[in-house]
């Protein structure tokens, strides 16, 4: 069903008429939050099968504009991606690619943050994606670094 969402938000994103666009887009949303329902039953907390529908449902809501529910979506995700210092995990290929993972959610946080005005809080996570991204990935700090420069100074 996590295709059949993405269809859906694919259909919905080149639909020319609002109403349309507007219930594809719901629709869409529906069928990520039945697949979500459906993995929580299945995997436990924390699963990567779970997280991938929640990042699915918050790229969703972001395409819908409805920022405020794609943050919460991507802050699931990142929360999903948390690894316990010390834990068994942790400096592991599979802690790097949760980093990597919480960095991605940081910046995309960060960016409805932004589009929704709250200067602050998207600072704060632009800084946590910039940060992580510096240390791990400086192939992609550059893209945090002009999120950063493009909010207003508060």
């Given at each position: 069903?996590?295709?059949?969402?993405?269809?859906?938000?694919?259909?919905?994103?080149?639909?020319?008429?609002?109403?349309?666009?507007?219930?594809?887009?719901?629709?869409?949303?529906?069928?990520?939050?039945?697949?979500?329902?459906?993995?929580?039953?299945?995997?436990?907390?924390?699963?990567?099968?779970?997280?991938k529908?929640?990042?699915?449902?918050?790229?969703?809501?972001?395409?819908?504009?409805?920022?405020?529910?794609?943050?919460?979506?991507?802050?699931?995700?990142?929360?999903?991606?948390?690894?316990?210092?010390?834990?068994?995990?942790?400096?592991t290929a599979?802690?790097?690619?949760?980093?990597?993972?919480?960095?991605?959610?940081?910046?995309?946080?960060?960016?409805?943050?932004?589009?929704?005005?709250?200067?602050?809080?998207?600072?704060?996570?632009?800084?946590?994606?910039?940060?992580?991204?510096?240390?791990?990935?400086?192939?992609?700090?550059?893209?945090?670094?002009?999120?950063?420069?493009?909010?207003?100074?508060?």
């Amino acid at each position: 069903s996590g295709s059949m969402s993405d269809a859906y938000a694919t259909w919905a994103a080149s639909e020319p008429d609002e109403t349309k666009k507007h219930q594809l887009f719901e629709k869409a949303i529906e069928l990520c939050s039945e697949a979500l329902n459906t993995v929580k039953n299945l995997y436990h907390p924390g699963s990567s099968e779970i997280s991938k529908i929640e990042r699915r449902r918050g790229q969703v809501y972001f395409s819908m504009n409805s920022f405020k529910e794609a943050a919460e979506a991507f802050k699931e995700v990142y929360k999903m991606n948390l690894v316990e210092p010390g834990s068994a995990k942790a400096g592991t290929a599979s802690a790097k690619g949760k980093a990597r993972m919480r960095a991605w959610c940081a910046h995309q946080i960060a960016t409805c943050y932004k589009n929704l005005g709250e200067f602050e809080e998207a600072r704060s996570w632009a800084l946590e994606a910039r940060d992580f991204r510096a240390q791990n990935e400086p192939e992609k700090v550059e893209v945090s670094q002009k999120l950063l420069d493009s909010l207003p100074q508060v």
